[in-house]
Every structure is written in C-alpha cells, then in structure tokens.
C-alpha cells in the first residue's frame, strides 16, 4: 500500500480552495460539585476594514465575494462536521447534534458582535471626522468664492472578498462644491491629550445604552444547550439591584437636596410633640432634635415643647408658622349668624310648665287629641316629651312638654331655654305651688313670654280670680288686671278653652316674629336622649335652623354619628326635619347629655376630631383638682370623715338618670355621702352587675330592667336590685336606707353632776367615792363621765348607790353619797362626775 501511494501521479499545481480564517479550539469548563465540560470554540483572526472614501490598504485581506443572490455579509467557514462513526449509540448521537448547534449559534453570536463592533466604528470614524471639519471650518477665515470641482465619491462599506477576485467600481458623483481653505497643521497633541483621547472612546462606549459586549463572550450550559442568540440573560440579583438603584435615586438625598426647599404655613397649637411638628414641618425628626440641643434643650421626640419653642424651631428650617389654639377645634355657635335675607318665617316652640298634678300633660292631649298621660307612671310625667300640633289655619306649633316634679328643675331649665313663649299651667283649685314659682323664674330668667292657663276650670272650688292675685306676688300681671301677660280659662277634661289658647299662642308669635334660615347646615337642641335596645343610642332633638336630613354627618357634645333615620312625633319616618321641628336621631356613636347641641358638619374626620376634643376637655375638667385653700381643705376633711353610701343607677333615659342623680345628691349629710359609681342609660347588663357586686353597692333601675345573663349574676353574688318607675319613692326609699346605715341617732341628756369629796376602799379592788351632788340627781345605772380639770378621765355607769349604810336608787342635790364606778379606779379629790342618760332615736335624713 505504501509503495502504491509513493507511486501515485501528483498533480503540478495545488488544489484551488478558500483560505481559512477560523481556527477551532477547546476550552475546558469547571462546573461545582466537581463537573466538567469540554466545548469546541473558534479562533477568529482580526480583519481590517477599510475607511469609507478611501482606498484599501494592500496588505488587508478580504473575504471573497458572496455567490449572487447577495447574501447577508459572509460568515466564517464552520469546521468540517465529523462523520457518524457506525456504531454510535443515540445518546452520543444527541449529545454530537447539541455540540454542533451549540457552534453554530457561537459562530453566528461572534459574527453579529463583530458588524456591531465594526459599525459603531465606522460611526465614531464618521463623528470625529465630521466634528474636525467643522472645528477647521470655524477657525479657517471665509475666503474668496472661487468656483471649483470637487469629487464627492459615495462607496458601499467594504465587504469581505478574495484578494483573487477584483471588487466592482464604486459609484461616483461629482457635485461642484466651493473648496475650503486648508487651515494650518495643527500643533503635535501633549502626551496628556492623547491619554484623553484613548480614554474618551472607551468611556463613551461604556456609557452607550445597550452596549453588552462584556457578557457577549461568555458561554453558559444555558446559552449551548438553549440558544438565545448571543444574548445573556440579566440574573435576579441584578435585577434587583437595578430596582433598588431607581428607588434610591426617585426617593434618594440626591433630588431631595436638588430641588428648592419648600417653605410651609405650619400650625402649631399650645402644646406639640417634637415628631408631630417635625411631620408637620416635613422635616426629619433627629433634625429638630439636634437643633433643640444646640439651643440647650436636651429632648426626644416624644417631648413635649410649647408653642414659643416650636416657633423657634419652624423659624429655624424657613417655615411660617400660624399659632392655633386647641378650642380652635371646636366649632363655635355664636359667629355663625345668618344674613336677613336668608332667613324665612318658622313654627313656634311652645314649653307648657307648671306643677304636678296640674293638668300639663291633660292639657297638651286635649290639644293633640292624644292620651299620653294614661301610660304615664304614676300619672306624672317624668320625661321631656316634643309634639307638633297644627291648627285650624294650617299653622303649626310645636309643644314641649316638661315634668313638673321638683327633681326635674334641669329639665324644665332647658325647656325654657329653647322655647319661644312659655303656657304656665295653673290649676284653679289649687293655686300657685312651689313648682309653679319655679317655672315663673325659669321663664323670667330665659326672657321669654308667659301665657297663664288657669286649668280645671270644670272642677269645684275653681277660684281663677284667685290665681291672678297670687301671681301678683311674683310680679306677673294678667291682662284683665291691667298689665301685658295673656290669660285663658281652659278645662283639659272638658276641652274648653283651647281654641282661644291657640289664638292667642297664635297672636304672640305672630308679634314676636319668629324667623329661621332652613337653606344651611342644621344645627339642632337635643332634648332628650336615651339608649334603646333595638335601635341604639336615640336622641330627641329640636332643629332651631337649618334642615337636618338623611345621611347628614354630625357631631353633638362628645358624640358624632351619621343620621340613619328621622321618625317624628307621630312615629313616622320622615327623609328631613327644618326649623322648630321635633324629630328622633337615629345613628348616634353614643348617649349625648340633653342640652347638647348637634351641629351638621362637612365630614366624618371633622366630626371625629371635634368629638374627641370635647371628650379631653370633659375629662379634663372632671380630674382636675381645685386650687388648694382653706375651705377646700376643711370640705375635704368633713367628707373624708363622712360615711359613702355607693350605688348604681340606670335609667331609660338622660333626662331621668340625670334628675336621680342630682337628687340622690342632694340626700348627703355631713354624715353620710351618696357617691354614684355609675348613672348610665339603657337596659341592666352584666358589667352593672359586676360594678354592683365589687362595690357592695345597691342597683337602682328607673324604668328599666335586667336582661337574662345580668338577672342570673344578681342572683349569684346576692345584688340588691330596687326598681322605681316614680322618683319620689326612690328618693324616699334610698333616703331611708342611708338612715339605716348610720344606725339609730344617740341622744344624751344630762341629768346631774356631783364633785369628789373623798376616795376610800371598797372591797379588795375597788373604790368608792364620796359625792356631793351639786346639780340634778343621780341614779343608780346611768351613764356617766369623770372629769379631771376640765378634761374627761374615763366614761362608765354608776354601779352602785348609798346613803349612809342604805342602798339607795337615787340622790338629789344637795345630798352626801357614795358611789362605786364600774371598771375604774381612778378616782381622785376634786374630780367631777357628770351622769346622763341615753336616748336612741330613728334615724332621719
């Protein structure tokens, strides 16, 4: 076989073929874990590109020309594929086809950076040279126009062929174009600019966006076996400090201090804690505090400063202060008046007062054509009750309906606080009582207009002329006696009399004309208050301006709410309520104090915070101390000696809980004290029951009772439960019982004295005193104090008494005896026996 090949005919020349510019290599990978992997990469050589507009170079190498069609730019020959050996198994087969695909996408990754590179070159070239011409241009002085060809050659970039094979003639055009003035030859450049100049290009190609050339070269398991043309994924790290470099620089020092600092208007009330004002002023906390202690304040942030050192500081930082007060919070009624012209024709509110048992509430039904009174407690009205009543002109008038039992004095206060013209109701049987007399300063003191309703004018003994004169007495002056107050004789019963009452109310309030705004934000009277089981808290309000609606967001006292519905006097719901119309509020947060006054606002914030406010205020004005003295100390002394009788009291409403309260109050003695743990509305629940059970204290419950949970705990821990519907006989009962508790009154009542004249034994142990009595008599077994200079030496009974050697019950004065002092001994000459006898009593408050 050797001798054949050594024989073989050569040809005289070498085979034609293309040259090569693609070397093969391998390159080893080392993976973790201890992996390896061989891949077969290509070793390109650099090729020269030549200049547009210029000639190429003879000593550059081109690529042949592509076969026509033209094909995009020639890539590298790919090394030969080695043939499929016979016995090769498929997962050898597999892993052959991967390497060579994994070639092939190198080879064309590394062909697409290389026009890439060549491009951006070509385009820096193009920049420079374009930017040196027009530097030359600028400092070469504009010369003479003459006219002259110049050749301005346009060629396609040079491609990559054979040295072999000639490339077509470019394309030229010649365009006459004014030939400019060479400037001079520019100075060698420094070694420094050329150091600059080597360093711009990489810095700019460093900065272009897009511009991935570092990762381009790499070659991942995931790039081989995937393909993603050259292109390498971003990893998650990356990504992540990519988004966390945008946040730094969106929410970063760097735009913050860029941007002009922003003066504020800063609201600063009497007292403010250093964060609060620093986020009010926008500004970081440590900043203020460190401002503080370069001003000599060493404080934190939670401190609290005044309102001249937070000036200071927002001064400090360039800001402008706007000083506040707290009450500013509140919302003030009395600026707030409406123009005249705004104002339009209302329903008067009429109070009917007087005292019990006079026909008020009888009255009021002949003028609704109702009967309230019947299911009233003991016949005597112990609410504050609102009605609407329209006449037979079509006028409406709107009565309020106060107790007339001495307990209810706040009521019937408020009552004529809110009305417009006051009916005093007076029975003609009966004549003025002291209820009667209060209502007529109540009316004096409000400075509204009485109207005197001489009442049960059917009844015998009715004396009306009788009832003017007492008024007489009070300086209220009927009509028919010559002064301006109206009169009417009306029956209730009967139901005489009442039109002429409507004429007349009808008569004042057309003089007193009475005007509201119903176009504005309503502002209404609460008069009653309570919580009920079904519907919550409840409030019995009297619009005096504006129109409350459905929907409206209000704040009233410590409470605020939402109105949920409006139910009149009728029971009937209603969607609004103007001026001088009694409605019931539905949707309240909480029970508010009757005398409260509900004012519409704009939003649940601003009723929120104005809520709170007066909540602080409350209750700072309930925990603060009165500033000390002399009498306050003494009052302290004589309550802390004082005995407290504690209890619980619910009621069905505020009116009622807040009337018992002031009249258990008024039960306290310099011996005993009420104190009231709770006074709450609403039904009796377990954590009554609870207070009650700790405390030792009895329950009241005015009207109301315990639910099933709450009855079950009072039969538990032994409660006592007292449930009243009528006032009195709860004050009457709670009086008793606080009698019970100091025990029955002592009562001692001196009955003689006598002086020692002499000590002398008497038996083993004790001694007898031989008396001269001075006053009274003494007798044997009464009570009786040794005094020794005026100062008392021990209390004890006298237990024996003689005359000479006879036992004797009694010694007047005058008379010698002896006598034996039970358990004591210490009897000296001169010392004064006083005896007295004691006396107990009922105990009564």
Do not use: W
């Amino acid at each position: 076989m050797s001798d054949e090949n050594e024989n073989k005919p050569t040809l005289g020349r070498k085979p034609l073929g293309l040259k090569l510019s693609v070397g093969s290599g391998e390159v080893k990978q080392t993976f973790s874990h201890g992996r390896t992997n061989k891949v077969v990469v290509e070793v390109k050589r650099k090729k020269l590109v030549g200049k547009p507009g210029y000639a190429p170079e003879p000593e550059v190498v081109v690529a042949p020309p592509p076969p026509p069609p033209p094909p995009p730019p020639p890539v590298a020959a790919a090394p030969a594929r080695k043939a499929a050996p016979n016995g090769e198994t498929p997962q050898e087969r597999v892993a052959r086809l991967q390497l060579e695909a994994a070639e092939d996408r190198l080879r064309q990754g590394e062909e697409a950076n290389r026009r890439e590179q060549e491009e951006r070159a070509r385009a820096a070239e193009d920049e420079r040279r374009r930017a040196e011409d027009n530097r030359k241009a600028e400092s070469a002085p504009t010369p003479a126009p003459a006219p002259k060809v110049e050749i301005a050659e346009t060629e396609a970039p040079v491609e990559d062929t054979d040295t072999s094979t000639a490339a077509p003639p470019p394309a030229r055009r010649f365009t006459p174009v004014e030939a400019p003035k060479r400037p001079a030859a520019s100075p060698a450049p420094s070694e420094r600019e050329r150091e600059e100049a080597k360093k711009a290009p990489n810095k700019a190609s460093r900065e272009r966006p897009g511009d991935n050339r570092r990762q381009s070269g790499k070659l991942t398991v995931t790039r081989a076996l995937e393909g993603d043309d050259g292109a390498r994924a971003r990893s998650l790290a990356a990504l992540k400090r990519a988004r966390e470099k945008e946040k730094r620089l969106h929410f970063g020092g760097a735009q913050r201090n860029a941007q002009p600092k922003q003066a504020r208007d800063v609201s600063v009330p009497e007292a403010i804690t250093v964060q609060e004002l620093a986020i009010r002023m926008a500004e970081k906390g440590s900043d203020l505090v460190k401002t503080l202690f370069k001003m000599g304040m060493p404080v934190t942030l939670t401190e609290t400063i005044d309102q001249d050192t937070a000036e200071l500081l927002v001064t400090e930082f360039g800001h402008n202060i706007n000083r506040v007060s707290d009450s500013d919070v509140d919302i003030t009624h009395e600026e707030d008046v409406d123009a005249p012209e705004t104002l339009k024709s209302r329903a008067p509110v009429v109070t009917v007062m007087g005292h019990v048992d006079h026909g008020k509430t009888s009255l009021l039904d002949a003028l609704r054509g109702a009967n309230v009174v019947s299911g009233e407690a003991g016949g005597i009205t112990q609410h504050i009750g609102a009605y609407q009543v329209k006449a037979k002109d079509g006028s409406l008038i709107t009565f309020l309906d106060t107790p007339g039992h001495e307990a209810f004095t706040q009521m019937r206060q408020r009552g004529a606080s809110v009305t417009d013209i006051v009916i005093l109701v007076v029975a003609a049987d009966d004549g003025l009582m002291p209820q009667t007399i209060e209502a007529i300063k109540h009316s004096k003191a409000a400075g509204v207009p009485m109207i005197i309703a001489i009442n049960k004018m059917d009844k015998e003994g009715a004396n009306p002329q009788k009832v003017r004169e007492r008024l007489l007495e009070h300086e209220v002056i009927v009509e028919k006696m010559g002064g301006d107050v109206q009169d009417v004789e009306v029956s209730a019963l009967k139901k005489t009399g009442l039109d002429t009452l409507l004429e007349k109310l009808a008569l004042q309030a057309e003089l007193m004309e009475l005007r509201a705004n119903p176009d504005r934000a309503a502002e209404a009277i609460v008069v009653e208050a309570q919580l009920d089981k079904g519907r919550g808290a409840v409030a019995t309000v009297l619009v005096k301006r504006g129109t409350l609606k459905r929907g409206d967001i209000f704040v009233v006292g410590g409470e605020s709410g939402k109105v949920r519905a409006l139910i009149d006097d009728k029971g009937k719901q209603v969607s609004e309520a103007g001026p001088a119309t009694p409605v019931e509020v539905l949707g309240l947060s909480g029970v508010p104090s009757a005398g409260d006054v509900l004012t519409v606002v704009e939003n649940e914030s601003r009723a929120r915070e104005v809520a709170l406010y007066r909540r602080e205020q409350s209750t700072r004005k309930r925990t603060t101390q009165a500033s000390p003295s002399v009498e306050n100390m003494f009052a302290h002394l004589s309550v802390s000696r004082a005995m407290e009788y504690p209890v619980v009291v619910k009621g069905d409403v505020q009116g009622s809980v807040e009337a018992i309260s002031t009249a258990l109050n008024n039960l306290s003695t310099d011996e005993i004290k009420v104190r009231i743990l709770l006074a709450g509305v609403g039904g009796i629940t377990e954590s009554d029951m609870l207070l009650a059970a700790g405390s030792n204290a009895p329950l009241i419950g005015f009207n109301v009772r315990p639910n099933t949970k709450a009855a079950a705990l009072a039969k538990r821990d032994k409660v006592r439960l007292k449930y009243f519907d009528v006032i009195y006989h709860l004050t009457a009962d709670i009086a008793k019982e606080m009698a019970g508790e100091l025990g029955p009154e002592i009562i001692e009542t001196v009955v003689g004295r006598a002086e020692v004249k002499d000590v002398f034994k008497s038996g083993k142990r004790d001694k007898a005193a031989g008396l001269l009595v001075v006053e009274g008599v003494i007798k044997k077994g009464l009570h009786a104090r040794l005094t020794r200079d005026d100062v008392i030496v021990s209390k004890t009974v006298i237990a024996s008494l003689r005359r000479f050697k006879d036992d004797v019950d009694e010694v007047r004065a005058g008379l010698e005896c002896g006598t034996v002092l039970q358990d004591t001994n210490d009897i000296k000459t001169g010392d004064t026996l006083e005896i007295f006898e004691v006396e107990e009593r009922e105990r009564t408050l």
